[in-house]
């Protein structure tokens, strides 16, 4: 879909994986307000944050705090669920989570947040006292956040998801599961979607721009580059860190 637009008025910009990278998001963030101030034009304005915001990066926390409270002006904000948030909550509800939230960085999290990790670690702790200590330390208003966070979000003829979409299966018949951690299938396909999908989960050194897809994570936590995609008419073009 060359010819995928958004209505006249309307500015995006769409936000790859954050990775706790706090001072990332504030730098692309800055750069956001700034470029958005030279569009004039745009009634419309919206970020969209398609997830993963917690995990690997040093300050989780910062970056939600940032989400929830430390927006630019003037902007509409949607936000989305990552398979790292989908993880979180997961154990929020089931201690026997811990392993494979561990697995995917769930450590730079709980320390971010005031966790004793280490104290956990040497007396061998079980997995619910680790749950308790993150229940103990997490703000309330950070746990509605990731209780509220949305699957999808559409503008134009754009449809934004964290990891993708099932191929040949119905954008209103998309399982969850595959919308937060989808890759193969999803990835190898060139057919259209209906919409041109924006997605992150799956890191790359440059965006991916395809006629079907734009992948937009460039791997944050390790590469230092935190990329938005920005959105105007028919037009598109990218922000980095």
């Known amino acids: 879909m060359d010819e995928a637009s958004l209505a006249a008025g309307e500015l995006v910009y769409a936000v790859g994986d954050i990775h706790g990278r706090a001072d990332l998001l504030a730098d692309l963030l800055a750069r956001i307000a700034e470029d958005a101030g030279r569009s004039p034009v745009a009634e419309k304005r919206t970020l969209v944050f398609l997830g993963d915001y917690v995990d690997r990066g040093s300050d989780s926390r910062g970056v939600v705090d940032m989400l929830i409270s430390g927006l630019p002006l003037g902007f509409d904000a949607r936000f989305l669920k990552g398979n790292h948030e989908a993880i979180l909550l997961d154990f929020l509800e089931d201690a026997s989570k ?90 190898a396909s060139d057919a259209p979607f209906g919409k041109v999908v924006v997605h992150g989960h799956t890191p790359g050194a440059e965006p991916e721009l395809r006629a079907n897809r734009i992948g937009i994570d460039t791997g944050a936590y390790f590469t230092n580059r935190l990329t938005a995609l920005r959105l105007e008419g028919g037009s598109r073009r990218f922000l980095h860190t």
């Open 98 to 187: 811990l392993p494979q939230w561990r697995a995917n960085g769930a450590d730079a999290t709980l320390r971010s947040y005031g966790v004793d990790v280490a104290g956990l670690d040497r007396s061998g702790a079980p997995a619910d006292a680790w749950r308790q200590a993150f229940i103990a330390a997490l703000p309330n208003a950070h746990r509605r956040f990731y209780q509220n966070l949305e699957l999808v979000a559409v503008c134009g003829d754009y449809l934004f998801v964290h990891a993708g979409v099932r191929p040949g299966v119905h954008l209103e018949a998309q399982d969850p599961e595959d919308l937060i951690w989808i890759r193969g299938p999803f990835l």
